[in-house]
């Protein structure tokens, strides 16, 4: 096994929990630190060190780089989409102050690799919105749009000025089960599936022909690992890679859960989350990501309702004894 360090922010996150687990079987569970900004649910992350650190607090997450030493930090922490349009301060605090001081520390206590996740969020209503290029119109209207372009362009910055090997990946809307996302516009993919176990109805608060690029968990949690293990000269973009799995709409999205489970029935109340969805690409190009460092996707629609509606069952059952 490799002997690596690793510090994970926003581990108690969607995406920061399942890559932490993924990294612990990986590199070993004391060799990845999770740190979030509260306490995680017992068990969870329990098998490895777990730190409480606000990413914003500069003095305190030096504090923490110096105490482990780590040659890696994958920074997750982010104030999503719908949840930034309601508060754009803590939007703009949280994801660009963080990822300030994350770059700041990494350069100045010899870190050599951060990885940082960008999303779809990053283009706008003018971008062309299918097969979205990997070079093209970033002119996004959330304010966490705003904070994945200026973020890009600070990564890439602290490439070019720095040295420091930076990694991203714009996301588009991941669906799990284990943590349920906070605060995105993507959420309905994930809660669809929740309300379909327990309900067997789904009011859907996006329209019903919106389509969106999507990918499944284990696919993000790979992509995200596979990027950091490329070497140095296949990553030729610095700003970050388009990355997707498949793209589908509400109603095929609620038709591939209703052909797992009979009667599900689902509504569409669009609100206005409408208006951010309608601003992102339908489709991305990652034709960049599947040359430079390999990108291959695994899940597609079909796949992906039956794991996440198993797994689902699964969790449901056993907090029922
Ligand atoms: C959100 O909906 O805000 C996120 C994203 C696509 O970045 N899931």
Known sequence: MTSKKIIVTGATGQI?????????????????????????????????????????????????????????????????????????????RVNMEGLKNILDISRDRGVTKVFWPSSIAAFGPTTPRDNTPQNTILDPTTIYGVTKVAGELLCQYYWKKYGLDVRSLRYPG????????????????????????????????????????????PDAVRATIELMEAPIENIKVRTSYNLT????????????VARCIPGFVCSYNPDDRQRIADSWPRSIDDSVARKDWGWKHEFGIEEMTKDMLDHISTLEASDLL
């Open 16 to 92: 920061g929990s399942e890559l932490v687990i993924e990294l612990r079987k990986k590199y070993g569970e004391q060799q990845v630190v999770a740190v979030g900004h509260s306490k995680p649910i017992e068990g969870e992350l329990s098998s490895g060190p777990f730190e409480i650190v606000d990413v914003t607090n500069k003095p305190a997450l030096d504090e923490l780089v110096q105490k482990y030493r780590p040659d890696t930090i994958y920074h997750l922490v982010g104030i999503l989409s719908a949840k930034g349009e309601k508060n754009p301060d803590l939007a703009w």
């Open 174 to 217: 991941i669906i799990s089960y284990k943590t349920e996302p906070g605060g995105g516009t993507t959420d309905y993919a994930v809660a669809i599936y929740f309300e379909a176990i327990k309900n067997k109805k789904y009011d859907c608060f996006v329209g019903r022909d919106t389509v969106l690029p999507m990918m499944y968990m």
């Open 245 to 256: 799995a498949m793209s589908f709409s509400a109603e095929e999205l609620a038709t591939s």
